[in-house]
């Protein structure tokens, strides 16, 4: 008997929120499970290594018979599928699925971390859902110094300018002697590692922009924190057990919930922030650093 899990948004950061509840699922049914969802999210890389998870099939977001045809071959009995609407609910039909869960035809509105442990309860009938945030990704005590710093984004409206984490480097070096300095984003960040190298008084910069996941969990594993932009660096830091600080001034703290590591940092005075707040850089670089000292 096969399980098929379907998550097709996107992101790195999509799939960590989702990746507990599909282990909850591979948990309750015993048996591994294999995730249909999109390229970009680099699932592959994330669950080189987990338990749960037998197979991951990646697809363009267009349901091809190609598709059709290797989800026929594997005989899948059960499909949980983390989204509303028709596509994916014929998607299993036609690929021979005996029994199909699913968010329901109709789109809500709800809360992106409720939402699933809602329906758990309903699918696997539980009362209460004890899940765990994790990747599994052997210990490194070697970066115990190391302080990610996330400068990616997938829009300027959530990236924090570069000028802020300068300044948030230089305080934190005076504070955490001894530390290395890890910079994380994508290869359209490089330009701005280059800046905070020049800029830097001390030395000790490591860029991530070059690495792909793996790579740069390896760094990121053990590391003392995360501080940095509402990313899949985030996400990954709080699946890693690493205590992550979030900017967050465009998108809703809600996407954070499902990780009690992931604090969730908005503008001072701000009482919540959504999608276009465009906020992001009323975050103050001594409201950051006041929040790490509470907490660290």
């Not at 948004?9 to 989702?18: E, N, V, Y």
């Not at 509105?109 to 009362?127: D, F, G, T, Y």
């Not at 924190?225 to 890693?240: A, E, R």
């Not at 975050?283 to 790490?292: G, P, T, Y």
Request: charge should be positive; hydrophobic fraction near 40%.
């Amino acid at each position: 008997m096969k399980i098929l899990v379907i998550q097709a948004r996107p992101g790195i950061g999509d799939m960590c929120l989702f990746l507990p509840f599909i282990h909850e699922i591979a948990k309750k049914e015993k048996l591994k499970v294999t995730i249909l969802t999109k390229k970009r999210s680099s699932t592959k890389y994330l669950i080189k290594n987990d338990p749960y998870i037998e197979d991951v099939i990646y697809f363009s977001g267009k349901l091809n018979l190609e598709i059709v045809k290797r989800l026929r071959l594997q005989k899948f009995y059960k499909s949980y599928i983390f989204h509303y609407g028709i596509k994916f609910i014929l998607l299993s039909l036609i690929s021979s699925v005996s029994k199909i869960h699913s968010y329901g035809l109709f789109k809500k509105n709800s809360n992106i971390s409720l939402e699933p442990i809602n329906n758990l309860r309903k699918w696997l009938n539980l009362k209460n859902i004890n899940y765990e945030c994790k990747l599994f990704f052997p210990k490194n005590n070697d970066n115990k110094n190391n302080i990610i710093i996330g400068i990616g984004g997938s829009g300027p409206t959530k990236q924090w300018k570069i000028n802020n984490y300068l300044s948030l480097i230089n305080k934190l070096n005076k504070k955490y002697t001894n530390c290395k300095f890890i910079i994380a984003g994508g290869k359209e960040d490089i330009e701005n590692f280059e800046f905070l190298k020049k800029s830097f008084i001390e030395k000790n910069l490591l860029s991530l922009c070059n690495l792909n996941i793996e790579e740069a969990i390896s760094f990121i594993v053990s590391s003392k924190m995360y501080i940095g932009n509402d990313t899949g660096f985030m996400h990954i830091s709080g699946m890693l057990g690493v205590k992550t600080f979030g900017l967050f001034g465009d998108t809703p703290t809600n996407y954070a919930e499902y990780n009690k590591l992931i604090v969730p940092i908005i503008p001072r005075n701000f009482k919540n922030i959504g999608h276009n707040s465009l906020a992001i850089n009323k975050i103050e670089v001594d409201w950051v650093l006041e929040k790490i000292d509470q907490l660290v």
